[in-house]
């Protein structure tokens, strides 16, 4: 693939922030993007690296109106030794191509997705942050962009990359988050998208989360749409408990997104030495869990935050705190292991990572 360059000149580059840690996440971005844009008699073309702007669609565009859209989440790192690194991208192609699937959209070959990264990337090496705890996350898009009214898959559609240098995900850092249980609003339902990363899902999400955050917490726990009694997932994660001693999270159905951090946790577990289970987990076995001692320890698992523990689950009016608030060790374990990794600071065993050349 040939990739066009329209450059920002050297002088008018955006300056970088003094401290990468006090970045908010996903508020200031790079100087450059990638698009690319796909038509039914040519397919995928036009690949090119332009300055980071607006786009330009018609007011009648599919994604507007039929909400043809779905998106990744990624992110760069920068080892001691200057290399940029790519945690799983394969990974994120796979499920990008996954969710264009269920939304009916042409689907990126995994080389292509990968190219466009890369070179973007390497334009862009200098927005890295070189801390630990920072990076520059990567946000694949991809849109469709037909002009016309009619419900039916979009004929056109346009692929673009950002990145936004970030620090800490959640103000706590890597301090507990609390949860508030939703058992009126459901993310998802049986045959709907809800395992597909697309902008619906997280818009419908929102009501839920205002009104979390409004009494204090920090995210939502989903339950299940069909009885409101099994957990599935985090707004922003998927969901692990610690249940006597074993590693135990949802089981994916469809409904539940197939994180990499997640796989990559369950990967790492026989490492470890714990076991771990996929499985149906009612709140209450999890309520019940935390106040008999049977549960042990909460975490979340998602690319923004990597590992985030969870202190405190609210529930019908009811606090139940867990491990007394404090991090506990497995969700440090995992946290210090994936980040080593990441960071290129250990040996990737598992073939992980990527050096972006």
């Given at each position: ?17 003094e ?6 996440f ?5 100087d ?13 073309g036009?690949?090119r ?18 909400s ?5 989440g ?9 290399e ?5 991208p ?11 699937r269920?939304?009916c959209?042409?689907e ?18 200098r927005?890295?942050?070189g801390l ?11 849109i469709?962009?037909?002009?016309a ?7 056109d559609?346009l692929f ?19 949860l ?11 045959g709907?998208?809800?395992e ?8 419908g ?14 995210q ?9 009694r ?21 089981a ?5 997104l ?8 369950l ?9 771990s289970?996929e ?7 999890v309520v019940?869990?935390?106040a ?17 523990p969870?202190?405190?689950?609210g529930?019908?009016?009811?606090d ?6 404090r991090?506990?060790?497995w969700?440090?374990?995992?946290f210090?292991?994936l980040?080593?990794v ?13 050096v972006?050349?």
């Open positions: 693939m040939n990739i066009a360059r329209e450059l920002v000149p050297q002088g008018k580059l955006k300056p970088l922030f401290d990468p840690l006090k970045l908010p996903g508020r200031h971005f790079t450059h993007m990638f698009t690319m844009e796909y038509a039914p008699a040519t397919g995928w036009n690949p690296i332009t300055p980071y702007g607006p786009l330009v669609l018609d007011p009648s565009a599919n994604v507007f109106h039929y043809q859209e779905v998106f990744e990624q992110k760069a790192y920068k080892a001691h030794n200057g940029i690194l790519l945690f799983r394969l990974e994120n192609a796979r499920r990008l191509n996954r969710s264009l269920r939304l959209m042409p990126i070959p995994e080389d292509i997705f990968l190219q466009a990264e890369c070179e973007l990337l390497k334009q862009e090496k927005w890295i942050p630990k705890g920072t990076s520059l996350y990567i946000r694949p898009t991809v469709g962009t037909e002009a009214l009619g419900i039916k898959s979009s004929s559609y673009f990359i950002i990145l936004s240098p970030v620090g800490p995900y959640f103000k706590e850092g890597f301090d507990p988050i609390s508030r249980v939703s058992d009126t609003y459901s993310r998802a339902g049986s709907g998208t809800g597909a990363k697309t902008g619906g899902n997280y818009a999400s929102l009501l839920a989360t205002r009104e979390a955050t409004q009494q204090g917490y920090s939502v726990l989903w339950l299940d749409a069909g009885e409101h099994y957990v599935e997932e985090v707004g922003a994660m998927n969901i692990f408990f610690v249940i006597d001693g074993k590693l135990v999270t949802p994916l159905g469809g409904t539940i197939h994180g990499i951090t997640r796989k990559s946790v990967e790492l577990a026989p490492d470890l030495g714990i076991a289970e499985r149906r987990i009612s709140i209450d076995e019940e869990g935390i008999s001692g049977k549960v042990s320890e909460v975490f979340g698992a998602g690319t923004a935050a990597v590992i985030s969870v202190g405190k689950i529930y019908r009016g009811t139940s705190v867990i491990n007394g608030n991090t506990g060790p969700a440090k374990k995992f210090d292991t980040t080593a990441q960071y290129g600071e250990v040996q990737d065993t598992h073939g992980w990572v990527y972006v050349k």
